[in-house]
């Protein structure tokens, strides 16, 4: 997966742009070999290699989700969801763990072709919202939110996927860094009173 991100990323940024799916899916076999699988198409088939491809779209939320989407509406915001991913993809993570998400809410790169963390990518999302908006930008990747608060957003992090922030590294301030999600979205309601 970290190789199809950063052939993603790669390709983005020298305005080639590709759906993240076609990535994955092209970079099944080098994969392979870069774990030390010599001769990966007699390892495995494109039928698996598809399967895994399809596996990729049965990724479930992270734990704590529906709390944290829970609490943000109980506070009267609006959540929308940024994706690197297709939004019929993304959608059903959310659908498959009974979280209604619409996909009007769904903003993609797939539709600008161009990449986060790209800063262009940040700007559509932020014209979502009026001018006297609170705008949260909030996520699980330091580089997601920290470009995202470059842009004009207010930046929430949780460490549910990296554990570390490596706040260090990055050149932005936050308004909120959390350990679970629920603990992040009580903070961005109390940050935004």
């Not at 399967?51 to 479930?60: G, K, N, P, R, V």
Request: aromatic share 12%; with cysteine.
């Amino acid at each position: 997966m970290t190789a199809a991100e950063l052939e993603f990323t790669f390709l983005s940024i020298s305005e080639r742009y590709k759906p993240y799916k076609e990535i994955i899916r092209a970079l099944f076999f080098r994969t392979l070999y870069m774990m030390g699988i010599e001769d990966p198409r007699s390892f495995a088939t494109e039928t698996e290699r598809e399967e895994c491809a399809q596996a990729y779209s049965e990724l479930e939320l992270r734990p704590g989700t529906k709390e944290c989407f829970a609490t943000l509406r109980e506070a009267g915001f609006t959540v929308w969801c940024l994706t690197t991913g297709d939004a019929v993809r993304v959608r059903g993570y959310f659908e498959r763990a009974g979280l209604d998400m619409p996909l009007e809410n769904f903003i993609t790169c797939d539709t600008s072709g161009v990449a986060k963390p790209a800063l262009d990518a940040y700007r559509p999302a932020l014209k979502k919202f009026g001018e006297d908006d609170i705008k949260w930008f909030a996520a699980a990747h330091m580089w997601d939110v920290t470009a995202a608060v470059k842009v004009g957003f207010r930046g929430a992090y949780c460490t549910v996927y990296e554990k570390e922030s490596c706040a260090e590294i990055f050149d932005a301030k936050l308004d909120v860094m959390e350990d679970s999600l629920l603990e992040m979205a009580q903070k961005i309601v109390a940050a935004s009173t």
